[in-house]
């Protein structure tokens, strides 16, 4: 089965959607931020990212996304935010200034993190 790899600063969130992702046969790495989720990627090679936008520095996921984009690394990124809902900004969109493949808005229900994750991973299969 796919590993995913789950880059986010709340542990909770961590823990609840390794829980669900696990269930579903998923292998499930963590990183609770972005130095640790870039030793993650070089030593785990994950199928996806799910990448939190605001962790330690609220662009810290947008930069990794960047970096990662900008090294030619083809593994596709979910990024991953519940700023929106607090402040009215609309990351909700896949494009230059947020590389990434697709988009989840927290808080985020287990059957649709599990439906975008097996939607993601059928499209790179299918590549």
């Keep these: ?25 998923f292998t499930v790495i963590t ?7 870039e030793a993650a990627i070089k ?25 990662l984009k900008k090294q030619g690394l083809k593994i596709p990124v979910v990024m991953l935010s519940g700023v929106s809902a607090v402040t009215g900004l609309d990351y909700g969109k896949c494009d230059e ?10 808080p985020v229900r287990p059957e649709m993190l599990i439906k975008k994750v097996q939607d993601i991973l059928g499209k790179k299969e299918k590549r």
Aim: charge should be negative; charged fraction near 35%; glycine fraction near 6%.
């Design 1 to 25: 089965m796919a590993k995913i790899l789950m880059v986010d600063d709340d542990g909770e969130f961590l823990n609840a959607g390794k829980t669900v992702l696990e269930s579903r046969g």
């Design 31 to 37: 990183a609770s931020n972005a130095v640790d989720a």
């Design 43 to 67: 030593s785990k090679k994950p199928d996806l990212i799910i990448l939190d936008i605001m962790m330690e520095e609220p662009d810290d996921g947008i930069r990794l996304a960047h970096k």
């Design 97 to 106: 200034v947020m590389p990434c493949e697709d988009f989840l808005e927290k």
